[in-house]
Nanobody, 111 residues
Framework: QVQLVESGGGLVQSGGSLRLSCVVS????????MGWYRQAPGKQRELVAT???????NYGGFVKGRFTISKDNAKKTVYLQMNSLQPEDTAVYYC?????WGQGTQVTVSS
């Protein structure tokens, strides 16, 4: 059974940066599309970024070049580097692979 464990969330000031990590266990890592999603209070969960087995990436429209998704197949880890964070980026960020989700990590951006 696949398990996804996120880390790296926290409190940061507007304009700051964070790097989220998601470690995958119990499954072959490199063959799947991995993604980051987020959910703010009172809002629906939305796509942040995905990365395919071949390394192709896709981002939500709000990212506008501020975030970068990457992965390390040897470490079975996917990353989300977030720069120029704004208060509207405050949300719980979730790692995803297919039908599997991590527990989420809270990102809070203060103004």
């Amino acid at each position: 059974q696949v398990q996804l464990v996120e880390s790296g969330g926290g409190l940061v000031q507007s304009g700051g940066s964070l790097r989220l990590s998601c470690v995958v266990s119990g499954s072959i890592f490199s063959a799947y599309v991995m993604g980051w999603y987020r959910q703010a209070p009172g809002k629906q969960r939305e796509l942040v970024a995905t990365i395919t087995s071949g390394g192709s990436t896709n981002y939500g429209g709000f990212v506008k070049g501020r975030f970068t998704i990457s992965k390390d197949n040897a470490k079975k880890t996917v990353y989300l580097q977030m720069n120029s964070l704004q208060p509207e980026d405050t949300a719980v960020y979730y790692c995803n692979r297919g039908q599997s989700w991590g527990q989420g990590t809270q990102v809070t951006v203060s103004s």
